[in-house]
């Protein structure tokens, strides 16, 4: 009876995660697609626990209440800001999550538990499969973590490339001795520990060398490839355990997660190989900015109040969010001032370019905190054809997904990455705290087109002056 109960259990989790990411598609039932998939992950860790009887009842809430509490406190603390490392560090803590489950499962072999699963080859392949992805997974989520909030700068030094092929052969030669130790029994436990640590400790390094010398640019992407691991990771360990909502959740992840990663390389207009192996040798550096004369270069600059009398007699905003809307946290007043020009009659939305912010996204999931209506939020390939009829584009925070240096600089390194046209409509304001480049590291030209304004100082102080200069405009 138990039994089938458990089984019903996991089908029941598994449906629901296949719904609810079906729902995840879609930002207006996104939200609710999150909570189906939440309901589903605690079905089956319930089901899970029962199962291998791990734990008492009295034990098992006990867990659950600290586990959500700690959920609750991480979701509420944590700002928008600080979201993209969250989500990295939310993976990294996955994979070693099952790199542990995995390991676990060797120990237990080494203590003459056979009859359960005989320790086969194929099931050492596993789980050297499963340490290899979950600890590639945990270093390289929290070097990302460090290029999200600025403190692990990209580097590379002559020999990385070499390097990492020997950690790799390294790893192959710890997983070998495993598969080779499978055919003993009971386990020889000094050689097998020997040699799960040392694949451990590889697959750690090689996660490091595989992330480091990635450009900040290119984040977004590998917080997508990071996720991806982690269902990997987590799919690999659910054939260890023969546990088949585990298979069926990180299968789920991992496909989901690369499908993304395959987006958000289509967004940059590279190929997955290039984002990956790009760094590898050089050390990052700004290099590829432009020179400080050029940076001298005059720009026109307006006031909050000139802002505010250009938008409220145009026919149709534009409003393209970046990364440093979030650091101003200026998005409930960006929501304001668009309610207060659609009430006189302005055609206002929002464009969203698929790499915008650190984390694909960022900038749907920031607008919608501030209700921001879904209706308005437009995608990149869908509004680009409408900027040469817009009167105005606001852009708050954004550099690179707006650099017209993709499309005519074969020297930039954003060179040929798709970008949203704002270039093409008739009047461009720049949010900005400085002329500083943006995370690729290059000046952005359309700083110094004759159609740009520049608006300088925090978004939020200079979207909260607009919003009065509005108020005083409809009150007149």
């Known amino acids: 009876m138990i039994d089938s109960l458990i089984t019903i259990a996991y089908l029941v989790a598994a449906a629901l995660f296949i719904f609810g ?148 052969l390294g790893v192959i030669g710890a997983a070998a001795i495993m598969v080779q130790q499978a055919e003993v029994f009971p386990v020889e436990i000094e050689m097998t520990t020997t040699a799960l640590l040392a694949l451990a400790g590889l697959a750690l390094v090689l996660g490091i060398f595989l992330v480091l010398p990635i450009g900040g640019a290119d984040m977004p992407v590998v917080v997508a490839l990071l996720n991806s691991y982690s269902g990997l990771a987590a799919a690999a360990t659910g054939f260890v355990l023969q546990n088949y909502a585990l298979i069926v959740s990180g299968a789920l992840v991992g496909a989901s997660g690369l499908i993304l990663t395959m987006i958000m390389c289509d967004a940059m207009n590279r190929s997955l190989l290039n984002v990956l192996l790009g760094g ?114 606001l852009v708050v925070g954004a550099n690179d997904v707006v650099n017209p240096a993709a499309r005519t600089d074969e020297d930039s390194p954003i060179y040929g990455m798709p970008i949203l046209n704002v270039d093409e409509a008739e009047n461009v304001i720049v949010l900005k705290r400085s002329m500083n480049t943006g995370y690729a590291g290059v000046q952005n030209e359309l700083f110094f087109n004759p159609k740009t304004s520049m608006l300088f100082g925090d978004a939020k102080d200079s979207v909260s002056g607009i919003i009065s200069e509005l108020k005083e405009l409809q009150t007149a």
């Open 21 to 168: 990411l079906k729902r995840l598609s879609s930002p207006r039932t996104a939200r609710a697609g999150n909570r189906m998939a939440a309901v589903g992950m605690l079905v089956a860790v319930v089901a899970a626990l029962f199962e291998e009887q791990i734990l008492n009842p009295v034990e098992l809430i006990a867990g659950l209440a600290l586990g959500g509490a700690i959920g609750l406190l991480l979701a509420r603390r944590t700002k928008m800001t600080s979201m993209p490392e969250l989500v990295a560090a939310f993976n990294g803590f996955g994979g070693a999550a099952s790199a542990f489950v995995a390991a676990a499962e060797v120990m237990r072999f080494a203590g003459g538990e056979e009859e359960i699963i005989p320790f086969t080859p194929i099931l050492a392949l596993t789980i050297a499969l499963s340490v290899l992805i979950g600890a590639v997974t945990f270093s390289g989520s929290f070097v990302a973590f460090g290029k999200l909030n600025g403190k692990v700068k990209s580097m590379g030094f002559p020999g990385l490339r070499v390097i990492s092929i020997l950690v790799g």
């Open 280 to 393: 590898f040798g050089a050390e990052a550096t700004k290099a590829s900015a432009k020179s400080g004369d050029e940076e001298e270069r005059p720009v026109r600059q307006t006031s909050p109040d000139d802002a505010a009398v250009l938008m409220s007699y145009a026919g149709s905003v534009i409003i393209v969010p970046g990364y440093g809307l979030a650091v101003a946290q200026a998005q409930h007043e960006v929501r304001e001032m668009a309610d207060l020009l659609q009430k006189e009659g302005v055609e206002v939305r929002y464009a969203i370019h698929p790499v915008a912010g650190r984390m694909p996204g960022h900038m749907n999931v920031l607008l919608a905190e501030a209700n921001v209506s879904y209706d308005l939020l437009v995608e990149m390939d869908d509004i680009n054809a409408d900027f040469p009829s817009t009167d105005v584009v």
